[in-house]
């Protein structure tokens, strides 16, 4: 059985930094790209970032907003995709879910769309006061 499980997430001020973990168990992790989305209040799930099973190539959503911000990473030892923020703004307060995609060939079009992730985490809450 496969479990994604992310972690890092809590309430802090604008301008700080989280890192975001996820772990994954049940798969082999090197065969997945890993993705992060996020879900703010009343609103659709948003693409954020991937990383693909080599860790060679990421994917960033195009959104001005998150644009240097944010960085992906892989850990292969510790099957751990990390999600570092930083200069967190209160328009990323959102649900952030780890994903996983089990598919050989990836693009910035494919990563962004969760059609293409075989496996989701819970989320973590991530709550950024102004």
């Known amino acids: 059985q496969v479990q994604l499980v992310e972690s890092g997430g809590g309430l802090v001020q604008a301008g700080d930094s989280l890192r975001l973990s996820c772990t994954g168990s049940?798969?082999?992790?090197?065969?997945?790209?890993m993705g992060w989305f996020r879900q703010a209040p009343g609103k659709e799930r948003d693409f954020v970032a991937t990383?693909?099973?080599?860790?060679?190539?990421?994917?960033?959503t195009e959104s001005e907003s998150v644009k240097g911000r944010f960085t992906i990473s892989r850990d292969y030892a510790e099957n751990t995709v990390y999600l570092q923020m930083n200069s967190l703004k209160p328009e990323d307060t959102a649900v952030y879910y780890c994903a996983a995609g089990l598919r050989r060939s990836w693009s910035g079009n494919i990563a962004s769309k969760g059609e293409n992730y075989d496996y989701w985490g819970q989320g973590t809450q991530v709550t950024v006061s102004s």
């Open positions: 990383i693909t099973r080599s860790g060679g190539t990421t994917y960033y």
């Open positions: 049940g798969l082999t992790f090197a065969s997945a790209a």
